[in-house]
């Protein structure tokens, strides 16, 4: 199967004409202007099935025409491209470390503002949703006189969400429990809203903008403080029976491991986090072994960050990469695992993994060669993520997208 023909899949009957216009969205935000023949060639659907499908999206407004191509030889072919004025979408993240990130994009996928504030991590959490609403006022002031109308918001957190009632059951390194951010964000807005997990919808920014582009099977790893996770499957992401699929961080590796933010032992998290590589080098740094990180004098280090310790390494510092290569290999054990499970075809390194992929991506390699089912193992790829801190935004942008394509007519009046 060609890679074209791969990413526009033609599913099972209901998911049809979604994914076709997914394919027509998504071909027009790369390459527009571009006319109806070209649409045809680059997804692979007949002519008539694009002409249909542009007339659709041209009827909500969605899709414009803006002049004619005169480069051929044949009658001159109408230039499609996305409507940027047909609305706006604001995309929201609450970052475990103490940040809220707000992005909004008009409906060509162009940023038009952004706004990032810190928070500190004991606030209440009223405190920092009250934040939150203010920054997504301003970006729709920012917006609503130049693209229409509001026809999505997105937020992406770092916890449990109750998909049937959008309301974030646990984020252990905020230590929320039971916040109705749904239902809140409905109060004070009068549009769709959209809450997730912010791995899930990291793993949507990577498929829609990012390095899974061209994969329907994709399996997504975060890290950060935590270690989360979303996959996609057929183009869609998983949710399990409850939205709580793709907890990649708290599959046991070691039941006499160390005590998990979950309050089990031995999950993945606790060998493969921020949290567990800081803590590998503080307790050798503590034992007295040497490295560019330790302050010299008291043997102690300085305050560890993933940036210092890739600097670290690309300094070849022996401690940093041992402690590198050991995270690696139980990155590698781990992702052989999912891999054996969920056979992706692709599997995407976010968050500080990506920062430090160039240490880690070879040891990782070997590991999902030798315990990944050989089969399994030879059709799989590790890439790092392209879409950076950006990735779980991108992919609240991605979420409203989706639910704009699945009923169209919903969001117009
Ligand atoms: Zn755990």
Same mark, same amino acid.
């Given at each position: 199967?060609?890679?074209?023909?791969?990413?526009?899949?033609?599913?099972?009957?209901?998911?049809?004409?979604?994914?076709?216009?997914?394919?027509?969205?998504?071909?027009?935000?790369?390459?527009?202007?571009?006319?109806?023949?070209?649409?045809?060639?680059?997804?692979?659907?007949?002519?008539?099935?694009?002409?249909?499908?542009?007339?659709?999206?041209?009827?909500?407004?969605?899709?414009?025409?803006?002049?004619?191509?005169?480069?051929?030889?044949?009658?001159?072919?109408?230039?499609?491209?996305?409507?940027?004025?047909?609305?706006?979408?604001?995309?929201?993240?609450?970052?475990?470390?103490?940040?809220?990130?707000?992005?909004?994009?008009?409906?060509?996928?162009?940023?038009?503002?952004?706004?990032?504030?810190?928070?500190?991590?004991?606030?209440?959490?009223?405190?920092?949703?009250?934040?939150?609403?203010?920054?997504?006022?301003?970006?729709?002031?920012?917006?609503?006189?130049?693209?229409?109308?509001?026809?999505?918001?997105?937020?992406g957190v770092?916890g449990l969400v109750d998909q049937k009632t959008d309301t974030l059951l646990f984020?252990?390194?905020?230590?929320?429990?039971?916040?109705?951010i749904g239902?809140?964000?409905?109060?004070?807005?009068?549009?769709?809203?959209f809450v997730d997990n912010e791995a899930n919808l990291?793993?949507?920014?990577?498929?829609?903008?990012?390095?899974?582009?061209?994969?329907?099977?994709?399996?997504?790893?975060?890290?950060?403080?935590?270690?989360g996770?979303g996959i996609?499957?057929?183009?869609q992401l998983l949710t399990g029976a409850a939205g709580f699929a793709g907890e990649?961080?708290?599959?046991?590796?070691?039941?006499?491991?160390?005590?998990?933010?979950?309050?089990?032992?031995?999950?993945?998290?606790?060998?493969?986090?921020?949290?567990?590589?800081?803590?590998?080098?503080?307790?050798?740094?503590?034992?007295?072994?040497?490295?560019?990180?330790?302050?010299?004098?008291?043997?102690?280090?300085?305050?560890?960050?993933?940036?210092?310790?890739?600097?670290?390494?690309?300094?070849?510092?022996?401690?940093? *990469?041992? #402690? /590198?290569?050991?995270?690696? !290999?139980? =990155? $590698?054990?781990?992702?052989?695992?999912? %891999? +054996?499970?969920?056979?992706?075809? *692709?599997? #995407? /390194?976010?968050?500080?993994? !990506?920062? =430090? $992929?160039?240490?880690?991506?070879?040891? %990782? +390699?070997?590991?999902?060669?030798?315990?990944?089912?050989?089969?399994?193992?030879?059709?799989?790829?590790?890439?790092?993520?392209?879409?950076?801190?950006?990735?779980?935004?991108?992919?609240?942008?991605?979420k409203?997208?989706?639910?704009?394509?699945?009923?169209?007519?919903?969001?117009?009046?």
């Amino acid at each position: 199967m060609s890679t074209k023909q791969s990413r526009y899949r033609t599913g099972n009957q209901t998911l049809v004409r979604e994914i076709n216009l997914s394919a027509i969205m998504n071909r027009l935000h790369e390459h527009s202007p571009i006319s109806r023949s070209a649409l045809a060639e680059m997804t692979g659907l007949n002519k008539t099935t694009v002409s249909s499908l542009v007339q659709e999206l041209i009827d909500y407004q969605f899709v414009r025409e803006i002049g004619f191509d005169t480069a051929g030889t044949g009658r001159p072919a109408r230039l499609l491209q996305l409507n940027p004025e047909a609305g706006f979408i604001i995309s929201a993240e609450i970052i475990d470390v103490g940040y809220i990130s707000v992005i909004c994009a008009n409906f060509a996928n162009k940023i038009i503002w952004r706004s990032e504030e810190a928070f500190h991590l004991n606030s209440d959490h009223n405190k920092i949703i009250h934040r939150l609403f203010t920054l997504l006022h301003q970006a729709s002031d920012a917006a609503r006189n130049l693209y229409g109308p509001v026809l999505g918001i997105a937020v992406g957190v770092p916890g449990l969400v109750d998909q049937k009632t959008d309301t974030l059951l646990f984020a252990p390194n905020l230590n929320w429990k039971n916040v109705p951010i749904g239902m809140l964000l409905r109060e004070k807005f009068d549009c769709p809203v959209f809450v997730d997990n912010e791995a899930n919808l990291a793993a949507l920014g990577e498929y829609y903008f990012g390095a899974a582009k061209d994969c329907n099977y994709v399996v997504y790893v975060s890290s950060s403080v935590g270690i989360g996770g979303g996959i996609i499957h057929g183009g869609q992401l998983l949710t399990g029976a409850a939205g709580f699929a793709g907890e990649l961080g708290h599959m046991t590796m070691n039941s006499q491991g160390e005590l998990c933010s979950c309050g089990n032992r031995g999950c993945w998290e606790t060998l493969v986090s921020q949290k567990a590589i800081f803590s590998r080098l503080q307790q050798a740094i503590d034992q007295g072994q040497s490295t560019i990180l330790a302050n010299p004098g008291n043997g102690s280090s300085n305050q560890l960050t993933i940036s210092a310790i890739a600097d670290a390494a690309r300094s070849n510092d022996t401690l940093v *990469l041992k #402690v /590198l290569e050991e995270t690696a !290999c139980y =990155l $590698g054990m781990g992702i052989a695992s999912l %891999v +054996n499970v969920l056979n992706p075809e *692709l599997v #995407v /390194l976010g968050g500080i993994h !990506c920062l =430090l $992929g160039e240490f880690l991506l070879p040891s %990782v +390699n070997r590991e999902l060669n030798q315990r990944a089912l050989r089969w399994n193992a030879r059709a799989n790829r590790v890439v790092l993520a392209q879409q950076g801190s950006d990735a779980c935004v991108m992919g609240g942008l991605a979420k409203v997208y989706q639910a704009i394509l699945a009923e169209p007519s919903t969001v117009t009046n």
